[in-house]
């Protein structure tokens, strides 16, 4: 059943020897009772029943598919309590220095003074944003929504692979794995004690409302949408839904007496607080790109003012970009005079000569990833790209080096997967959601990716990837 | 409620009521093409089909002949023609996506469900061979989906707009629907017209498409009268399909979501209502069914105008 030929990574499931691990074994028990022919019934029925659901997915500039199902798979990745411990404390640690950070840059600039960040690092980065020099936000608050990708490599050990602070996707599917799970599968549930995920809509909710403006006592929470032709529609409608709030575009909301409203069928209605799934970009074709339909003219002002809060906060991808990501560990310790309980993935910075002169050297071995990419877009890995792949990667990478960084190709962690020729191991990452609201908190689970193409290290779901349940085992 | 919400909701029911009735009415027509009968007046009814949506310009730009096989083709799927049943459920589809986070999941998956059945169901089907089987599926989606809205949704305005699309469609469409055979059936001068059990299938599948038969002989336990099937299907209260229920149940509609701006369309339906009050099935024979049917639809066609208007664009911030 596994492949025995290369190095092993790092495997969720089975320990060096192929000995089932001590939290998969209620499963591996349960796996090893169900006729295969079952499993296939599973399968295909979970995929008829994300169709009926409508969780799809749109590929940008993929005709055929505008909607397509993200592939599930049955075999859940399961976190130990203890790890998941840790990984929650990290997490919060994090998120908490992160918070600080984008308020010490919109305010004092403390930790630039300090000169543990160069200036030109904060202030030359396009996702700086000037209009919210000196604003006070609610709580100083401003990542309310933070989607931390984590994976696991060499022995077992976390690191940290980015964070996404901007507008973080794929909440939905962590809980729509979940109830699939439980339809499929309720006496699994039975059998083994796995954290609850579903009240995930009530804490988003909650830290929303925590953060409104202060003289509001009943607060309007509105998710604003780009529209359907978005590739996280589905998401979109499903929080909002969730959280009992409305679903609003654009066209939507105006701004009258520096105050927003939502045009509704019995006239205007206020709105304190937006979570708004659209980029920052085109928030307000007044402030920012004048060509944008998908936002509010005006709102940046209504902002300003502080009548309405913006979620997550204008300006935060200054602190997700992957130039800025090197300095999270010292921000921690700046911030909250803590060592860093999550390890970043070691980077080579390609702004700085020597470190291009290596990361140029060792092009075969290394990912290469764009400081302001997302998406797993315009990205390189190194060992499983062609020399032409790697070539013209590297006129790309000398024309402009600054825009990238690199870090060593992680072994990520595996786990069992069904794919075509039965169960192999297959890389996962791993991506919790960390609120922000009167406190960070974060529910016990998040969205696994797993790379379906074997040896593939890219999960995202853009590029192929599927999807698994995440199971955190309670003690 | 968001406006574009509420124009989502009222769309998306007006597009399941409107493949419903397409259904119904390919469906008798359909019937009575199989009754004996000269082909002037086989194919007159397949006219009237595209009469009754205002197709026929856009039919015959893509048809050279006009056979009952091209008409069902054309209406039930053909995705360039916007009122075939592939097309309304299509958009019932997209704007209940727009809103899907309004609706209650089992709404949103009937009608998802429905569209991907369609989809799987269309391009092999045997739709000539016995289109009827089609059509009861069409209908019983429809059914399905007003069953779903009613045992599940919240009785509130999203239940209201989403009645009150259905609502304003339904009396279009009957009205549509009477019209056509009426003329028809008092066009038969060429000799046939005496033939009294063509004249009783006539009526009888006309009745069915309202799923008034048995209403019919449970009201009047009589033969069938050409101003007993208008006097059922324009004014009886009770009917569901008939003019005036339909027009009682978008009042009720309105009066549910009224606002101070939405009050004088629900005057104007509440006229509408009285023109229908004041009626009679003599009166009707007297100035001519058609007459009266158009002024009916003109008014219905208003009461859209200004719903899209009062709740669905509002025009001032």
């Known amino acids: 059943m596994r492949d025995t030929a290369a190095p092993q990574p790092y495997d969720e499931m089975f320990d060096a020897d192929g000995r089932v691990r001590p939290h998969y074994q209620a499963f591996a028990q349960w796996l090893q009772e169900q006729p295969p022919e079952a499993i296939v019934t599973k399968r295909a029925e979970a995929d008829l029943s994300f169709r009926r659901v409508g969780i799809t997915f749109a590929v940008y500039g993929d005709e055929a598919g505008t909607e397509r199902l993200i592939p599930f798979d049955l075999i859940p990745r399961i976190i130990p309590a203890a790890d998941w411990r840790l990984l929650q404390a990290g997490l919060r640690q994090r998120v908490r220095a992160l918070n600080r950070f984008i308020h010490d840059i919109y305010h004092d600039h403390e930790i630039v003074k300090a000169g543990i960040i160069p200036p030109e690092q904060v202030f030359m980065n396009p996702q700086y944003r000037p209009e919210m020099q000196g604003i006070q936000v609610p709580g100083d608050m401003y990542c309310h929504v933070a989607g931390i990708d984590v994976v696991r490599a060499g022995q077992g050990e976390f690191y940290v692979l980015e964070d996404n602070l901007r507008v973080p996707s794929g909440v939905s599917y962590m809980l729509e794995n979940r109830k699939m799970m439980m339809r499929l599968f309720p006496e699994l549930f039975s059998r083994i004690r796995v954290a609850p995920v579903e009240h995930y809509p009530d804490l988003l909710l909650d830290s929303l409302r925590a953060v409104a403006p202060d003289d509001r006592n009943a607060p309007v929470v509105a998710v604003l949408t780009p529209g359907m032709y978005n590739s996280a529609y589905f998401e979109h409608a499903f929080l909002a839904q969730q959280m009992g709030v409305e679903l609003v575009e654009g066209q939507d909301l105006f701004v009258d007496a520096n105050t927003l409203y939502m045009r509704t069928t019995r006239g205007p209605r206020r709105v304190d607080v937006l979570y708004r799934r659209i980029d920052d970009d085109f928030l307000d074709p007044l402030a920012f790109r004048s060509d944008s339909v998908l936002g509010v003219p005006g709102l940046l002002s209504v902002y300003r003012a502080g009548r309405v809060v913006i979620a997550n906060a204008i300006g935060t991808g200054l602190a997700d970009d992957k130039s800025t990501y090197i300095y999270v560990p010292d921000m921690i310790r700046f911030y909250l005079g803590e060592e860093p309980l999550l390890a970043n993935v070691p980077c080579w910075r390609c702004s700085r000569p020597d470190e291009l002169s290596y990361v140029l050297a060792h092009l075969h071995e290394l990912v290469v990833k764009e400081v302001h990419g997302a998406g797993g877009y315009g990205m390189l890995v190194g060992p499983a790209a062609s020399r032409a792949q790697i070539e013209a990667f590297r006129a790309q990478l000398v024309a402009n080096p600054a825009n990238y960084i690199a870090q060593p190709t992680l072994a990520l962690s595996t786990v069992p997967t069904y794919v075509e020729s039965g169960i192999a191991p297959r890389h996962v990452d791993l991506r919790p959601y960390v609120l922000s609201g009167r406190d960070v908190t974060l529910p016990a689970g998040g969205l696994c990716r797993v790379a379906l193409t074997e040896g593939s290290l890219v999960v995202n779901s853009s590029q192929g990837g599927g999807t698994k349940d995440t199971w955190v085992l309670e003690d | ?317």
């Open chain 2, 1 to 317: 409620m968001l406006s574009r919400t509420a124009d989502s909701l009222f769309w998306m029911s007006r597009y399941i009521e409107r493949a419903e009735n397409t259904a119904r009415m390919l469906d008798v027509t359909f019937q009575v093409s199989l009754l004996p009968q000269s082909p002037r007046l086989r194919s007159q009814g397949w006219h009237s089909v595209l009469a009754i949506s205002e197709l026929r310009q856009q039919f015959d730009a893509s048809h050279d002949t006009l056979t009952g096989r091209d008409v069902i083709e054309f209406m039930t799927r053909d995705a360039d023609n916007p009122a075939s049943i592939y097309a309304c459920l299509r958009a019932a589809r997209e704007a209940a996506r727009a809103v899907r986070g309004s609706l209650t999941t089992e709404v949103w998956e009937t009608c998802n469900t429905t569209w991907l059945e369609l989809q799987r169901r269309l391009p092999g089907l045997a739709l000539h061979a016995d289109p009827r089987d089609f059509f009861e599926w069409v209908k019983f989606r429809s059914h399905l989906s007003r069953g779903v809205v009613a045992g599940t949704m919240l009785r509130d305005e999203t239940s209201s707009f989403l009645a009150l699309g259905a609502h304003l469609e339904r009396a279009d469409n009957t009205a549509r629907l009477l019209d056509v055979a009426f003329v028809e059936a008092t066009d038969e001068s060429d000799g046939e017209a005496g033939d009294a059990s063509l004249a009783f299938y006539r009526w009888s599948a006309l009745l069915h498409s309202v799923s008034g038969f048995e209403t019919y002989r449970k009201v009047y336990r009589d033969v069938l009268t050409p101003s007993r099937v208008v006097e059922l299907m324009v004014f009886n209260p009770a009917m569901p399909r008939s003019l005036r229920c339909a027009v009682d149940d978008v009042i009720r509609s309105l009066e549910d979501v009224a606002t101070e701006r939405s009050l004088e369309t629900l005057r104007l339906a509440r006229s509408l209502r009285a023109y229908l009050d004041a009626g009679s099935v003599q009166g009707l024979f007297d100035r001519g069914l058609h007459d009266f049917l158009t002024v009916f639809l003109d008014r219905v066609a208003e009461l859209g105008n200004r719903i899209s208007r009062d709740f669905l664009v509002p025009l001032s911030d």
